[in-house]
C-alpha cells in the first residue's frame, strides 16, 4: 500500500499555528488526538509529490517542543519535521524577515566553578537536504502574503539561531552579552529551536528545521507593537514553511499510514506478515514455505540425528509419523 509522505509542524504559539492555518483556506483539515496531544491533518499539493501535512502546537520552551515534537515523529513517521513561529532578531535583521535557521545554538550549557562560569554551547544542524532546498527558494514563496504590487517581500537568511530558556529583551542583558560572546553569528533568539532538532536527532530519517519570522529586535520589544508585528511575522514564516515542503521530492519508495492506537503494524514498508515456526531437539530441521495466492508451501520436520535418551517410544513415533 502507498501512502502519502507525511511533513509535520510544530508551532509553538497558537498564533504561529493560526498563521498556517489562515494559509491553507480551502483545506479540509481532519482532527485527531493522540494521547492528550491534538493534530490537525490535511494534504498540500507539492512539486513532485503530494503531502499529509500535520500540524501541532508544541509548547514553549526546549522542552515542552522536544517531547510534542518526539510525539509527532512516533504518531505520524514524518520525512519532514518543521518548527514554525517568531523569533527576536540580532545581527542587522529586520522586523518581518525569515530565518531559515541553518543550526541551532544552545547557549546556556557550562560549568560553573570557583573561577568563573564556563560556557559550554551545544549545536545542531538543520538536516542537510533542507537546508540545500531553503537556499533555492526566491521570492515566489512570498506570493502567499498578498503583498501589493512593487512591494518587497522580506529577506530570508539561512543563518544560526540561538535557543534557550530565557526571553532576551535587551541588547545589554547578561545573556545577550552570553549570546554575543559564545553564539555570535546568530541572527535571531527563541526559546525553543534546540529542542526540535534533539527530538529529531535520534530519529533515523526524519529531517528537521526551523523557520522564524523575526517579530522584534532586542531593544524595541513591547506588548503594543506585538499586536501587529507577531501576526505578521509568524504570517512570513509559515509562508516560507509551505513553500518549503511543496518544492520537497520525497522520492521513491511507499509511505504508510501511522498504526492505529492500540494497534502494532510492522516498522518496514511492506504490509506482508511473517510468522515464524521454531523446530527444537537435536539435529532438528524445519522449512516453513510462505501460503497465499499463487504460493506453495509446506512445512516438514525432520527426524533427530541421535534420538534423545529419554524420548519415549510414542514421541518417536510421532516425529517420524509428521515426516512427508
Not at 504590487?149 to 540561538?162: D, L, S
Not at 522564524?212 to 524595541?220: A, C, F, I, M, T
Not at 518544492?247 to 504508510?256: A, E, S
Not at 502494532?264 to 530441521?285: F, H, K, L, M, V
Amino acid at each position: 500500500m502507498t501512502e502519502l509522505p507525511t511533513a509535520a509542524i510544530c508551532t509553538p504559539l497558537d498564533l504561529e499555528y493560526w498563521a498556517l492555518r489562515d494559509l491553507l483556506p480551502r483545506h479540509r483539515f481532519t482532527e485527531r488526538t493522540e494521547r492528550g496531544t491534538a493534530f490537525a491533518v490535511t494534504e498540500l499539493q507539492g512539486r513532485h509529490s503530494d503531502w499529509r501535512l500535520v500540524l501541532t502546537l508544541s509548547g514553549r520552551r526546549n522542552a515542552d517542543t522536544a517531547v510534542a515534537a518526539e510525539r509527532a515523529i512516533a504518531t505520524w513517521r514524518p520525512q519532514v519535521l518543521l518548527l514554525v513561529g517568531i523569533a527576536g532578531g540580532l545581527r542587522g535583521v529586520s522586523i518581518g524577515d525569515v530565518i531559515a535557521a541553518s543550526s541551532v545554538y544552545h547557549y546556556e550549557p557550562g560549568q560553573d566553578t570557583d573561577a568563573g562560569r564556563f560556557t559550554r554551547v551545544e549545536t545542531l544542524r538543520a538536516s542537510h537536504g533542507l537546508s540545500q532546498q531553503a537556499q533555492l527558494i526566491k521570492d515566489e514563496w512570498a506570493g502567499r502574503l498578498g503583498l501589493a504590487p512593487g512591494e518587497t517581500p522580506p529577506r530570508v537568511f539561512h543563518r544560526p539561531i540561538a535557543a534557550g530558556s530565557q526571553v532576551v529583551t535587551g541588547s545589554k542583558s547578561d545573556t545577550a552579552a552570553l549570546i554575543e560572546t559564545h553564539a555570535g553569528d546568530a541572527h535571531g533568539v527563541e526559546t525553543e529551536g534546540f529542542g526540535a532538532l534533539a527530538a529529531a536527532w535520534p530519529n533515523a530519517g526524519v529531517e528537521a528545521m526551523v523557520i522564524r519570522g523575526v517579530s522584534d529586535l532586542l531593544d524595541d520589544k513591547n506588548p503594543a507593537a506585538d499586536q501587529e508585528r507577531q501576526p505578521r511575522a509568524a504570517r512570513n514564516a509559515a509562508a516560507f514553511a509551505l513553500a518549503l515542503v511543496e518544492r520537497l521530492d520525497p522520492g521513491p519508495g511507499p509511505f504508510l499510514d501511522p498504526p492505529a492506537p492500540g494497534k502494532r503494524e510492522p516498522s518496514g514498508p511492506a504490509q506482508t506478515t511473517i510468522n515464524y515456526i521454531g523446530a527444537i531437539g537435536d539435529g532438528a530441521d524445519i522449512t516453513v514455505g510462505a501460503m497465499g495466492p499463487n504460493s506453495n508451501g509446506r512445512v516438514v520436520a525432520g527426524q533427530y540425528r541421535q534420538s534423545p535418551p529419554r524420548a519415549s517410544r510414542n514421541d518417536r513415533e510421532r516425529i517420524e509419523g509428521d515426516q512427508p
